[in-house]
């Protein structure tokens, strides 16, 4: 051996040494725990705050209210174990659990409750949830300062509270399945003023263990949860952006649960391994290319349609869509629909040609506005190209996520594409807040669609107390929408999720509040 | 021409001084760059409030939540409420987390340092030694070596980081188990994104120190120390690495600077909790307090970083006077 030659291999050694002890062969797991990704760190954990669905599905772990959804989206007692409604539908009557209690050891009573829908509504918190209770009784008053109190939360005894209406209004009860309608301990918020969304506290099977921001979110269970214990020791989050990280994360299995990219759906279908391990769920959500109906040219119902018969919506769903989705006839998905559309707008060029041309539109320019997401930007792209076909020339517009929010909502373009996601299971959600003409702009309606008739059939739905004749209402309203076309209806999205081998009772939930974490298991031993 | 020795500098008091006068100058920029960032923020198309309610808040509580927040008001008014927190040495809240945002940075500020020291811990010796073997093959008859590495370091120059990122992932951490793919630890956490992060640095180097020398090489001083029988190691390190220094020390206060402002690909797609992925979250969500955070501490990172790099220069080569008495 050269002499020289002896530096360079004990460095070559030392260099391997240091490699083969920084190699990560052990895992920093929790035993018991199951592993989760998020894309991005909760904003906040305070109910009354939150309004994204990632701080939703964390909260759902670690707060419960009075009802809660269950198995086919039916309404399940939570704290209430039973519950009455007057005749008339304006008098909702809980009877709470007993022993339900806080971590801090003290009980849930019904003063909790009143405590906690008005803390949603004092102007103070500054929640942007207060829509949820404001057909109770009072309200108005409380928000403008005229009263101390909530008229229509009352506190009948230590374990019955009472909530009144002004009107009969039918999808309340699933309304109060949401996040700001959780329970938490007055003495805990006291104590911990802003700071309560980093310090959440309430009755779920799980409590907040640790929170590095950005980084990783961890839960513990409880062992005094009052609808027995989960079959995990906790539950993990780690807060990872890229999804590429996420899927190598997922393949080294330091990730047990992942929401399945779009970029890697078809690498796992396709892979004989992993393929029995994609579970999937029909998503309560409709997507959709919105057309500004308030002004010119949009403003022509023909006109609309004709956009919708121009677009294969069937055939981009099967191929650049890869099947990830139910074809969506009108506004109100699938499952939340108990009756039939009989007339679908279907895919028509010709006829959409002809409209355009009749009227004289022949080589029009309109401009749709997307979010620069690759994704939508592609889609935008393909319903460019079927638009131009029938003689509508489309301008994209690329804008960053809050900058096109912000343009949309002002009603800036002609097209956009956008989706509705559920908040509570009602078809009353996918038609209210969308079509009715009060919320137009940020409040929903961001096509700016005004018809009377859908007011007056929307509103009829809600105050009818009877769900044969609430379902002809909202069926109505749907028909008149369809046939106005102020949406190309494309797609209910199905969300798919891939689980490690060692994971059982994973299950994907068509609504966020849904999983408790009270079902998923998992049999990895970490040592 | 003399070569360098002796006395290292002269006058630490001057120098003190120098030192002094950059750091008030800091107050002046501070204020044209809080100003220019704040104007820039304000100009931009997007509301923090609309992000942050979701989908169905009623229009009396975004007035309110603007209120509190303060966006309602005008630019001026807005600027100097800004201004007033700032002197407070208070640089908010973000509006949705809620947090300190100085508490946030001081979290997450000596996690982009040990990327960035660790980033040139690789890329600083080997930056110069590639430019080095590259400049010294230059003049031989066979260039092979000064071709290969000339194209490594284009190569290093112009792949993108992301693609680097993805690949160095593909290979270290899903084939061959070595590291973790992302997180934030201990030193096998740092080891890909530091990687990642000293390529495009570690190419630069090489370029500049490769082209600097080789100008050195032609000077008549090497010829004088060629002649004079000196070895070839004396005047590689004395003679010519001593001369090259100051551009080299140049680039590597710039990217160092840089780095210390977060590395926002690479934090993202390493899960790096450092700067540049907080920035990066702050400006998708257009969290003003963060922005503007971030922004104040990048100044006076950056600031600092020059002014250590220019006292260095005076210490690396006394032909170099630091301008204190003209100002």
């Known amino acids: 051996m050269n002499y020289n030659s002896r530096p360079a291999i004990s460095v070559l050694i030392t260099l391997a040494f240091t490699l083969l002890l920084l190699s990560c062969t052990s895992s920093n797991r929790l035993q018991g725990y199951v592993y989760y990704r998020l894309k991005a760190s909760p904003s906040t954990l305070d109910p009354a705050l939150i309004s994204d669905v990632a701080s939703a599905t964390i909260a759902a772990k670690l707060f419960n209210g009075l009802v809660r959804l269950k198995g086919n989206l039916e309404i399940a007692p939570d704290i209430a174990q039973k519950w009455s409604i007057s005749k008339n539908g304006l008098r909702y009557t809980f009877f709470l659990k007993k022993g339900v209690q806080f971590p801090n050891g003290r009980e849930v009573r019904a003063r909790d409750f009143k405590y906690s829908f008005e803390r949603v509504l004092n102007p103070a918190t500054k929640s942007p949830n207060t829509w949820v209770f404001d057909k109770v009784e009072g309200v108005r008053e409380f928000l403008e300062g005229r009263a101390g109190e909530v008229k229509g939360f009352k506190v009948k005894s230590d374990y019955v509270f009472e909530i009144i209406l002004k009107k009969p209004f039918s999808p309340f009860l699933s309304m109060l399945t949401m996040t700001p309608a959780y329970v938490v301990p007055r003495e805990e918020v006291e104590k911990w003023g802003v700071d309560f969304s980093s310090h959440p506290s309430g009755t779920g099977p799980f409590t907040l263990k640790e929170w590095l921001p950005d980084r990783e979110l961890l839960l513990a269970r409880r062992t005094d949860y009052f609808d027995g214990n989960s079959r995990v020791r906790g539950i993990a989050y780690r807060i990872i952006a890229e999804d590429l990280t996420a899927v190598t994360e997922f393949e080294l299995g330091n990730i047990d649960v992942i929401a399945l990219p779009a970029s890697a759906y078809s690498r796992f279908k396709n892979d004989r391994k992993w393929s029995r391990y994609i579970i999937s769920r029909e998503g309560l959500n409709t997507y959709y290319l919105g057309l500004n109906s308030s002004r010119p040219p949009f403003n022509d119902p023909e006109l609309r349609r004709a956009v919708s018969y121009a677009i294969d919506r069937e055939k981009i769903l099967n191929t650049f869509y890869e099947g990830r989705g139910k074809l969506a006839v009108g506004p109100v998905p699938d499952l939340l629909r108990k009756w039939d559309i009989k007339t679908p707008v279907r895919y028509d060029p010709k006829l959409a040609g002809k409209i355009i041309r009749d009227k004289g539109l022949k080589g029009m320019k309109v401009d749709m506005y997307v979010s620069a997401d690759k994704e939508v930007v592609d889609l935008a792209e393909i319903i460019q190209a079927y638009l131009a076909r029938v003689g509508i020339n489309v301008n994209i517009k690329q804008l960053e996520w809050s900058a096109y929010k912000e343009a949309v909502n002002k009603g800036e373009p002609d097209m956009f594409w956008l989706s509705w996601w559920a908040d509570y299971p009602d078809p009353e959600n996918f038609l209210f807040p969308l079509f009715h003409s009060r919320n137009i702009g940020a409040g929903g309606n961001r096509v700016r669609y005004i018809n009377k008739e859908v007011d007056s059939l929307i509103e009829k739905g809600q105050y009818s107390v009877n769900e044969k004749k609430r379902d002809y209402f909202y069926q109505k309203a749907e028909e008149i929408i369809i046939k106005d076309s102020p949406w190309v209806f494309f797609w209910h999205k199905t969300d798919y999720v891939i689980t490690q081998p060692w994971i059982r009772g994973c299950r994907v939930y068509p609504v966020y509040s849904m999983d408790k974490g009270m079902e998923i298991k998992t049999d990895l031993a970490v040592n | ?327």
């Open chain 2, 1 to 327: 021409m003399k070569i360098c020795g002796g006395k290292f500098f002269k006058g630490g008091f001057a120098i003190k001084g120098y030192i002094l006068k950059r750091l008030i100058l800091l107050v002046p920029l501070m204020f044209a760059i809080t100003l220019f960032a704040f104007f820039l923020l304000k100009a931009l198309p997007g509301d923090p409030v609309l992000g942050l309610v979701g989908e169905r808040a009623s229009p009396e509580i975004i007035e309110s939540i603007r209120k509190e927040m303060g966006t309602d008001k005008g630019f001026v008014s807005q600027y100097i409420g800004y201004l007033k927190l700032l002197l407070k040495g208070d640089l908010g809240r973000s509006y949705y987390t809620n947090r300190d945002v100085l508490t946030d940075i001081s979290l997450k500020f000596p996690n982009t340092m040990m990327l960035a020291f660790a980033a040139m811990l690789v890329s600083v010796p080997l930056g110069i030694a590639l430019g080095f073997l590259s400049a010294l093959s230059a003049n031989r008859r066979s260039r092979f070596l000064e071709k290969l590495i000339d194209t490594i370091s284009i190569s290093g120059l112009s792949i993108p980081v992301f693609w680097s990122a993805i690949i160095i992932m593909m290979i270290f951490s899903l084939k061959l188990k070595l590291f973790p793919p992302s997180g934030t630890g201990d030193i096998r956490f740092l080891v890909l994104p530091a990687v990642v992060l000293a390529i495009p640095a570690t190419a630069t180097l090489a370029r500049v120190t490769k082209t600097t020398v080789i100008d050195i090489l032609k000077m008549p001083y090497i010829t004088t120390a060629r002649s004079k029988g000196l070895s070839l190691t004396r005047i590689n390190l004395i003679h010519v690495l001593r001369n090259a220094i100051i551009p080299i020390v140049t680039i590597i206060g710039l990217d160092f600077g840089s780095y210390l402002n977060g590395a926002v690909v690479t934090e993202t797609i390493f899960g790096w909790d450092g700067l540049g992925r907080f920035t990066m979250e702050g400006i998708i969500k257009r969290d003003y307090p963060v922005i503007m955070g971030c922004i104040i501490v990048g100044t006076v990172v950056f600031v600092i970083v020059n002014l250590i790099t220019d006292v260095i220069y005076q210490y690396l080569d006394p032909r170099i006077r630091l301008n204190v008495k003209k100002g």
